[in-house]
């Protein structure tokens, strides 16, 4: 008997193998949770299709978060083809890679709206699209960064989008509670993935961690999918509203000695 056996869990947010949500489905399937996969265009489907496969022919589905229709029609094919979810995980985000680097000051209006729209509503967005689609029960989880709460060189707009998740995440956890259905977050260290390589200085934020995090090392997405297992299980039932840190313990340091 495996720990998500007889669940069906939503993975969004798979652009390639590099993809943490590509660990996030690895892990969950391992664990026995059936996986439906969405992706954002034609651009990514065929290495999702490729992930699908592996993961034992899951439904593959088009879900643009920024299109209300594209998540309408999600949501329809889902309903029809997959069932009812027990776990639904959030791993997209976007900006201009103008707004990852230099002076927040220097933000557009219109990158804003875009970067909060797509990293930060979309988590509502995809809530609201699947409100009946949730089984009584059923986990919910975002991915965050530390750039959220603290400053983070160059992760400028995106830390405000994350901000913003945060915070959505607990309040969508009140919202939802009634029906027993918890939201979390994960904040993950730094993974070396194509949205990772926006942020101005993103290897150099590589190299930091290792030197001083209490675990000496940076993250894998698998750690992450461990995460995912556990707050996808029954193992967490008590557990939600918060933010799980899965960064080798870095985000818990005060003091960088040099040596
Ligand atoms: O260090 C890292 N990589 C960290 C990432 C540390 C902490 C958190 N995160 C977060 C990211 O902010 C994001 O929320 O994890 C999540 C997953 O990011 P990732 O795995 O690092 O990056 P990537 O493989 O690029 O996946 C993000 C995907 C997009 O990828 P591309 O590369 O195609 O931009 O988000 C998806 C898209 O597939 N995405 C969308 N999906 C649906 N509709 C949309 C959209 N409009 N826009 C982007």
């Known amino acids: 008997m495996k720990l998500l056996d007889g669940k ?7 652009a390639n193998r590099w993809s943490i949500a590509t660990g996030m489905a690895r892990r969950l399937h391992e664990h026995g949770a059936t996986i439906a996969l969405t992706y954002q265009g034609e651009r990514v489907k065929g290495e999702v299709e490729k992930l ?41 985000a976007f900006a201009n890679k103008e707004d990852l680097a230099g002076k927040v000051f220097d933000t557009s209006r219109a990158g804003f709206s875009l970067a909060l729209d797509v990293s930060s509503y979309s988590l509502i967005a995809l809530v609201d699209a699947l409100r009946d689609s949730f089984n009584d029960g059923a986990s919910i989880m975002a991915m965050t960064y530390l750039g959220a709460t603290q400053i983070v060189p160059n992760y400028n707009l995106m830390g405000i989008a994350k901000a913003a998740l945060e915070s ?3 309040y969508l956890a009140f919202d939802l509670g009634e029906r027993g259905i918890r939201v ?5 260290g730094p993974i070396k993935t194509a949205s990772a390589r926006q942020v101005g200085g993103f290897s150099r934020i590589l190299d930091v961690v290792p030197k001083v995090a209490p675990l000496h090392r940076n993250v894998t997405s698998d750690d992450i999918g461990d995460m995912a297992v556990f707050l996808a ?3 967490s039932r008590a557990v939600t509203a918060d933010v799980h840190f899965v960064d080798a313990g870095y985000h818990a ?6 040596d």
């Open 8 to 14: 069906r869990a939503l993975v969004t947010g798979v």
């Open 52 to 92: 699908a496969t592996e993961l034992g022919g899951a439904p593959v589905v088009e879900c643009d978060v920024s299109n209300d229709a594209s998540l309408i029609a999600a949501r329809d094919t889902l309903e029809r083809d997959f069932g009812k979810l027990d776990a639904l995980v959030h791993s997209i």
């Open 168 to 170: 959505t995440v607990r």
């Open 184 to 188: 979390n977050a994960i904040s993950a």
């Open 233 to 235: 299980s029954d193992l």
């Open 253 to 258: 340091m005060g003091l960088f000695a040099s």
